[in-house]
């Protein structure tokens, strides 16, 4: 099973960028890149995925590398809400065999 | 749809006895998925079900664990014999394809065995 590395955790600057790195040396060819993040008492929230193309969506931007060994989650503006534990999974494409490792993620502070 | 629906949100047990927790995915995802979380980790996979099958279930989990997904549509998700170290957040998700789509995850169950 394919893991993921991400620092433990990040701070921020309200009304910033903000860029989290997951490393995925690892990575196959049929692996998608996932982003969650996760709210304290709350179950984790689907943000983002992208296989090799760069991708944006109303949340956030992803960037993959070109040899997709890593990948980078970029909030445009950073808000307190945005304050969460951030994770980056490899998930298969569609195959029968669906299990993913999620790592520790990464702490995201947003300072006022 | 509202999401994925976890019930209950809080169990207190005590040790040795079974809880059950179940789960009712969106309704037009196939694919049904449980995890445990403990404070400061990420999601643990414990098992996962594509329609009523089973097709994975982690190693981790002992014969005390047990899930099942009759007629493909709610989950549920039993622990016989609780031990302390079951205390934790129990999460569901559900998705409608593999790594073309993105999970659901519901609230969870916190589990507390004393």
């Known amino acids: 099973d394919a893991k993921t590395t991400q620092p433990n955790s990040m701070e921020s600057n309200e009304e910033e960028p903000v860029h989290l790195p997951c490393n995925h040396s690892?990575?196959?060819?049929?692996?998608?890149i996932h982003w969650y993040r996760q709210l304290p008492s709350q179950g984790p929230e689907y943000v983002i995925h992208?296989?090799?193309s760069n991708v944006n969506n109303r949340m956030a931007s992803l960037a993959i590398a070109e040899d997709r060994k890593s990948s980078t989650l970029i909030l445009h503006r950073a808000t307190l809400r945005d304050a969460a534990v951030y994770y980056c999974i490899l998930r298969k494409g569609e195959t029968s065999y669906d299990k993913v490792i999620f790592g520790p993620g990464t702490s995201l502070s947003v300072i006022p | 749809d509202t999401g994925v629906s976890q019930d209950p949100r809080h169990k207190i047990t005590k040790r040795g006895q079974n809880v059950t927790f179940r789960c009712d995915p969106i309704s037009e995802h196939n694919r049904l998925y449980w995890y445990r979380q403990t404070l400061g980790q990420g999601p643990e996979f414990l098992t996962y079900?594509?329609?009523?099958?089973?097709?994975?279930k982690s190693r981790l989990l002992s014969d005390r664990f047990s899930a099942e997904r009759p007629k493909g549509s709610f989950s549920t998700l039993e622990i016989q014999r609780t031990e302390q170290g079951d205390s934790a957040m129990y999460l569901c998700a559900s998705s409608s394809s593999g790594g073309l789509d993105g999970y659901t995850f519901g609230s969870g169950t916190r589990l507390t065995v004393v």
């Open positions: 690892t990575i196959s060819g049929t692996d998608y």
């Open positions: 079900f594509q329609n009523e099958a089973q097709l994975e």
């Open positions: 992208g296989l090799t």
